[in-house]
């Protein structure tokens, strides 16, 4: 990944200035596909970076898109709790900050990116932004959810999906309650989407963040979070294809 560069995006939404970070290999010149990286409730930092530049390294542009604003970085679960749920309970504003974010992934000037080859991945509350923008009928290829919650507060938007839906789930995240997994099934199919969940037997919440150390609830499994990015990368590279 030493090629892998990662530079700031500064824009602004509704008069307030935010900060997404982009991954690519400054190598290539062709245009590439773009995704758009929703990170924990961490925000934008060092773990989201090293995740994004992973992902760039397989020949994608990647934008960690930044939901809480320039001045707001997280230092500590509180922190990051305190930013997160005023998102999580105003989804049209969450949907607004993703879509400000996908915006600055196709004009950016760093990179150029094939934007007919557009998807969105996202880990943890990130995993909910994924999906909650997929649900606003974005021009995406697919949306990918990593040990993300499930719900949403209007099913029927599912039918605005325009491609392919994939949720990587620890089978014992208890931080997912486990009555959304029947409902998002039904929503999914109630939409006639292409979806897939897959349930990691054991894997509990943050399964691909090597910093999670809270056992039976939050922790790192390096296994399952390498099959889990597998799956990723095998339906990003079905969709994309030609």
Known sequence: ??????????YQVDGKSYESR???DASH????????MAP???????GAEEIAKSVASKGYVVLIADLYGQAVRPQNNDEAGAAMMPLKNDRPLLRKRMQAAFEQLQSQGEAAVDTSKLATFGFCFGGCCALEFARTGA??????????TLDTPNVNDAKNIKGSVLVLHGAADPLVPREQLPAFEAEMNAAGLDWQLLSYGGAVHSFTDPHA?????MMYDAKVAGRAFTSMHNLLDEVFKG
Do not use: D, E, Y
């Open 40 to 46: 924990n409730w961490m925000g934008v930092g060092a």
């Open 139 to 148: 021009p995406l290829k697919a949306a990918v959810s990593f040990h993300g």
């Open 22 to 24: 982009l991954a690519f």
């Open 29 to 36: 010149s062709g245009a590439r596909p773009g995704l758009l």
């Open 213 to 217: 150390n809270v056992p039976g609830m």
């Open 1 to 10: 990944m030493s090629q892998i560069t990662v530079r700031s995006v500064v």
